[in-house]
């Protein structure tokens, strides 16, 4: 898969998410505490756009009335449901065993090593199906003058 320059780091807070179209794909490219990670930008369950999520943490409990609150910032919650992620790995907390957001690979590298190249042009296949008439409305090529 290719790499895609899709934002500065700072452009995207601490704390704050961006959604990019990379690919035909809404991708969400989220900053946790200065990392970044990326998931496809819709919830599982309806769809949502995770991107306009709320940053939460993580609450466990033993028992009934003691919980436990971890992680924080590291969830998502889904703007429409409320159904929770984790950003670092798609992982569902409502229904784990079965629900999941595609996660993709973020790396941060320096605008100087991008700069650097090597820049190859995506190229495609072509093929001429036909021959065509073409026209050209531009002036004429002026005739040299006589010696």
């Not at 599982?44 to 306009?52: I, K, T, V, W």
């Not at 190859?120 to 040299?144: C, G, M, N, W």
């Given at each position: 898969?290719?790499?895609?320059?899709?934002?500065?780091?700072?452009?995207?807070?601490?704390?704050?998410?961006?959604?990019?179209?990379?690919?035909?794909?809404?991708?969400?490219?989220?900053?946790?505490?200065?990392?970044?990670?990326?998931?496809?930008?819709?919830?599982?369950?309806?769809?949502a756009p995770l991107s306009c999520g709320q940053f939460t943490s993580l609450?466990?409990?033993?028992?009934?009335?003691?919980?436990?609150?971890?992680?924080?910032?590291?969830?998502?919650?889904?703007?429409?449901?409320?159904?929770?992620?984790?950003?670092?790995?798609?992982?569902?907390?409502?229904?784990?065993?079965?629900?999941?957001?595609?996660?993709?690979?973020?790396?941060?590298?320096?605008?100087?090593?991008?700069?650097?190249?090597?820049?190859?042009?995506?190229?495609?296949?072509?093929?001429?199906?036909?021959?065509?008439?073409?026209?050209?409305?531009?002036?004429?090529?002026?005739?040299?003058?006589?010696?």
């Amino acid at each position: 898969m290719a790499k895609h320059v899709v934002a500065r780091t700072g452009e995207i807070a601490p704390g704050s998410a961006r959604s990019v179209r990379v690919g035909g794909r809404d991708i969400a490219v989220f900053n946790v505490k200065g990392e970044f990670f990326a998931l496809l930008d819709r919830c599982p369950h309806e769809g949502a756009p995770l991107s306009c999520g709320q940053f939460t943490s993580l609450v466990e409990a033993d028992r009934p009335g003691q919980y436990r609150v971890s992680r924080q910032g590291e969830m998502l919650r889904c703007p429409w449901h409320g159904w929770e992620f984790d950003i670092r790995t798609g992982q569902s907390y409502c229904d784990p065993q079965k629900m999941r957001v595609r996660s993709y690979q973020v790396t941060v590298e320096p605008g100087e090593a991008l700069a650097k190249g090597p820049f190859v042009a995506e190229t495609f296949p072509v093929q001429v199906e036909d021959d065509y008439v073409v026209l050209d409305l531009s002036p004429p090529p002026r005739p040299a003058p006589a010696l």
